[in-house]
């Protein structure tokens, strides 16, 4: 007979509306990640094959109450799987040219951490006494990384609901067994794995050595509690992460922890220059943590990068939204996943006002894992919202709603391609806010060429054939400023906008003299662009 100890989980009452099996006080907190160790490399010559590692962490037990801690029926002896302790996962990410990606493999194993140590005190306080078969209260759990590497406990995380912290041992993978058992045995809740014959890169963190050789890039482990019943209030310690050295001697990997803190929370938050934000699906599901880091204008485009960690949605995602001006350019969109399937790749759309990444069938963004998603605008970013539809049915919303930056002001409108071969092109270094004094035009045109900018009270579209096209009406001229470009074929126009300046339109064009040139016979023409001096938002 099972004995009743799992059901103290649920034991203290729950009010209605609050998370479904959250007990109060409970708080399991990663303070350290440990040093790794690299059991080998395998594969294709460098760098085509893969290496296998694992990390170290330390955990306590920062809550009000101890904390239930059994893994088996009357002791592991008996091979009867009990759910009522932690399990551990883990994730390798990289930062490298201004974009941060998870390196390790996708939907790895974790850590069945069944048998609870109480160490003593630590960071959480002073180790109480109390009940057996518990985590308690103050006390801390240090697991090297021999231990967190041991393969008789690596279980897969697709297995367990990281909302809810559950895991249902009947059916799971230690009870069908690798290679699996046949007839009953598969499914009555008896370990059957047994670890005889594998190799070192079973079940351990495993990555492509192509994601390893990256010149200067940074690296980061990041290792994360997830232990039934737990408060997602008290969440935002379940996870830490320390940089790594990883490095190729030519003929092997190795690592160690570089000097440093241990970082709480996603391991999203080691980006540098990144913006993060999280949401989660109110009280029913877990949350999604967004980095985003916007770098520019360079020519006149504003660069996206975006990071979306599901750190314990149990559904998972199945696409990225985001607003965006409806007149605004969106080029170079990118996505990133873990394997190295196109097949699967999510398919980036645009609707009007809004941006999508939709997900391919089979390739939901589950927890522990990052996905990127990166574009180019001319629209600036603003506060607003990143939604992910969730990939299952279930508990909660349809999305979760995470507040990050959009593409949402558009301050100088392309109204359309220029002519020429090639076409001179014009772009602003900003936005024309009010103030601002270093705002300014540029043309790039051909070395020492003469260029007229051509500024009118509104935009036009005259056809004059040769592909070109008139862009800033020449029946509400409002000036010809003559420029002339430099040896590397750049001309600048300041345009300064002081305090007080009202808001106001105006389209401007640039004109290259060129012999034979597409319009008229000695012009080359640039693109347009409506400048909106002091507006605010999307036209």
Known sequence: MRPTLPSLLFALAVPLGAQSNAIPGLDIRIYDVGSPTVYGRRGAAYPNGEMAMMVGHSMC????????WVGWVGGSSSGQML????????????????????????????????????????????????????????????????FNGNQTNLGPTEEVDPWTGTWNPIGSYFDRGDPAVSGAAATDGFQSLNTSGWDAFRNRILIREAELAVPGAQFYAQAQVSIPAEPG????????????????????????????????GSILKRWSGASISEGRNGLDDGHFVVGVRVTGPVDGLWHYEYAIHNQDNHRGGAAFRLPVCPEARVLNAGFRDLDTNPLNDWVFSRTGGELAFLGASGNALDWN?????????????????????QARLGAGALTVAV????????????????????????????????????????????????????????AAAVDLGSGCTV??????????DNLLTDGSGIAVRPLPWAPGTLPFDFAVQAFELVDGGPMLGFLAASNGLLVRVGGLGCP
């Open 471 to 480: 862009l800033a009406d020449p029946n509400a001229l409002l000036l010809l």
């Open 83 to 146: 759910d009522s302790y932690p399990k551990i996962a883990f994730l390798i990410a990289r930062e490298s040219g201004g974009r941060f990606v998870q390196v390790s493999n996708a939907k790895g194993h974790m850590k069945h951490s069944r048998v609870a140590f109480n160490l003593g005190s630590g960071p959480c306080g002073t180790c109480q006494s109390g009940p057996s078969q518990h985590f308690r209260i103050g006390c801390i759990d240090v697991y090297s990384t021999g």
């Open 233 to 264: 209030t008290n969440r935002g310690n379940n996870a830490g992460s320390r940089q790594l050295n990883i490095n190729w001697s030519g003929s092997s990997w190795s690592s160690s922890l570089v000097s440093g803190a241990v970082l709480e």
């Open 369 to 389: 894992t990052i996905y990127n998603v990166w574009f180019d605008s001319d629209a600036a970013p603003v506060a607003g919202d990143l939604l992910v539809d």
């Open 61 to 68: 037990n920062n809550g009000t109450v101890h904390i239930p």
């Open 403 to 458: 507040p990050t930056q959009v593409p949402g002001r558009l301050g100088n409108v392309h109204l359309g391609a220029g002519c020429g071969a090639p076409a001179p092109t014009l772009v602003a270094n900003g936005l024309p806010s009010v103030p601002n004094p270093g705002y300014a035009l540029r043309v790039q045109a051909q070395p020492a060429a003469l260029v007229v900018l051509a500024f009118a009270a509104q």
